[in-house]
């Protein structure tokens, strides 16, 4: 089974709306992370947010929050006031316990339109 | 933050030579290195986990021989493709470890073609 899933190959959104990003985990572990990374066309990895396994309040950032339902194994990345730098490739990753390695999506790809 | 230092950013080689890649974490012990691949419009694959001062662990279906790893040092990680062939074209990235909280920083990535 996939270790993380994202559902949304593109999205579009209007330049100052909000958006949302689906992802979906699988996992047996109590403890694990969950993070989002936007990468643009240069293709450099950019860490926007994070979400502890045992946080019980969504993870903000600026403009970036993340719904983070675990009941429903779904970490949402909700873009507010979306800008055309946004424009780029989303990735949803997942550490479990205290591994070291990373489990990503296949990422979805956001167009902001002028 | 933690900065890790991926360099070159782009190669371009011809088929049957050997690249280097370095990744340098500067401001921060990185006791591991993963390596990625990336395919146009494609997730992020995990190629080897190394660990400074023993063997990597590469992932299934890696060919040791062909992507040779080296992480000597604390800050140096080296990804080489040996004998590199077109369909070795790809984007290669690492990411550095070694008790950060939040997650790994990234390279900024090389983008490998062979011609």
């Known amino acids: 089974a996939q270790k993380i899933t994202q559902t949304q190959p593109g999205m579009f959104v209007q330049e100052k709306e909000a958006v949302t990003l689906d992802c979906t985990y699988d996992t047996s572990d109590q403890s694990y992370g969950l993070f989002w990374y936007k990468q643009p066309s240069s293709g450099e990895m950019i860490f926007l947010i994070y979400?502890?396994?045992?946080?019980?309040q969504n993870a903000t950032e600026g403009r970036y929050s993340l719904n983070f339902q675990k009941a429903r194994k779904s970490a949402n990345l909700v873009i507010s006031a979306s800008q055309l730098g946004d424009s780029a490739m989303y990735f949803c990753?997942?550490?479990?316990?205290?591994?070291?390695?990373?489990?990503f999506g296949t990422g979805t790809s956001l167009t902001v339109i002028p | 933050g933690a900065v890790v230092s991926q360099h070159p950013s782009w190669v371009i080689c011809k088929s049957g030579t050997s690249v280097k890649i370095e990744c340098r974490s500067l401001d921060f012990q990185a006791t591991t290195m993963f390596w990625y691949r990336q395919f146009p419009k494609q997730s992020l694959m995990l190629m080897a986990t190394s660990n400074e001062g023993s063997k990597a662990t590469y992932e299934q279906g890696v060919e040791k021989d062909k992507f040779l790893i080296n992480h000597a040092s604390l800050t140096l990680s080296t990804l080489t493709v040996t004998s590199a062939h077109p369909e070795d074209s790809s984007f290669y990235i690492c990411s550095g470890g070694g008790g950060l909280v939040y997650g790994y920083t990234f390279g900024s990535g090389t983008r490998l073609t062979v011609v």
């Open positions: 990753a997942m550490r479990e316990g205290t591994g070291n390695q990373f489990y």
């Open positions: 979400q502890g396994s045992y946080d019980e």
